[in-house]
């Protein structure tokens, strides 16, 4: 699989990375934002494919320069590999602070420690060339401490583990109830509660999105698309909503 362009101007493009991992470890995306010159990649992923997904960005990049890295929570196959990407370039670590006193057991070197800086619970923005990224809250879906990337040039937001599918062999959902048989366990399971995932529909629901792109599987595509995607999200019952069928005698 090539890069794919899911949005682009003459300033501003957006690239979803090819799929670089294989064998056991699950399917992860890695997306690239770039504005005039700057680059931001956004849960770059583990050791495994580290050499090739650093490649394919500065190939993307061309004369320009990674300026953000922005890690959605603490999982491994986000931040494993962040040292050397730190290591590499002279890109800032963007990561919720509640996991910043964590991310360094990956292996993070002295040297560049300093790099790794800590986002509020309520999000923020982050300048990347002339546009202002929005850091969106989406605490408990699945992580305590888990953010999202919402584009307002692309129209798209990054949700990381939200919307994540498994086993289907495309990267763009064109039917949703099709769909849907490959990303319902992993919501059931890794998504905590539906209070969790109705708050975030309250708030996913009042931006102008026109994709949602998840860390894993594929991707919305189009108002309405994203909007059955939120609307699935609100009615959804996960996480503690069902913990007694994890229990003896249930």
């Known amino acids: 699989m090539k890069s794919t362009t899911l949005f682009a101007s003459d300033t501003h493009r957006n690239i979803l990375l090819p799929e670089f991992g294989e064998g056991a470890a699950v399917q992860a995306n890695q997306h690239l934002i770039i504005d005039g ?36 929570h603490q999982d491994p196959d986000i931040v494993a590999a962040l040292n050397g990407w730190l290591m590499t370039t002279d890109a800032t670590a963007w990561a919720p602070h ?16 300093d790099r790794l800086k800590g986002l509020p619970d309520g999000g923020g ?3 990347l060339g002339s546009t202002e990224l929005q850091v969106l809250p989406a605490h408990f879906l699945h992580s305590p401490g888990n ?11 990054y949700s990381g583990d939200l919307g994540a ?20 366990g992993f919501h059931q399971r890794y998504m905590a509660s539906n209070r969790a ?54």
Request: hydrophobic share 45%; proline share 4%.
């Open 37 to 72: 010159r700057a680059g931001m990649i956004l849960d770059p992923g583990g050791h495994k494919v580290y050499a090739k997904v650093l490649s394919e960005t500065m190939a993307q990049l061309g004369g320009g320069k990674l300026e953000h890295i922005f890690l959605s």
């Open 98 to 113: 509640l996991w910043i006193r964590f991310i360094p057991h990956f292996g993070l070197d002295r040297l560049v420690i």
């Open 125 to 127: 923005t982050l300048k």
């Open 147 to 157: 953010l999202q990337v919402y584009d307002p040039v692309s129209k798209i937001l």
């Open 165 to 184: 599918s498994l086993g289907q062999d495309y990267i763009e959902v064109s039917d949703f109830a099709a769909h849907e048989q490959f990303m319902k």
């Open 197 to 250: 995932m109705r708050r975030w529909a309250t708030m996913a629901s009042k931006l102008d999105i026109e994709v949602i792109a998840p860390q894993h599987g594929a991707l919305f595509r189009g108002k309405p698309m994203v909007k059955r995607f939120i609307e699935w999200c609100a009615a959804l019952e996960c996480g503690s909503d069902l913990i007694d069928q994890f229990y003896p005698g249930h």
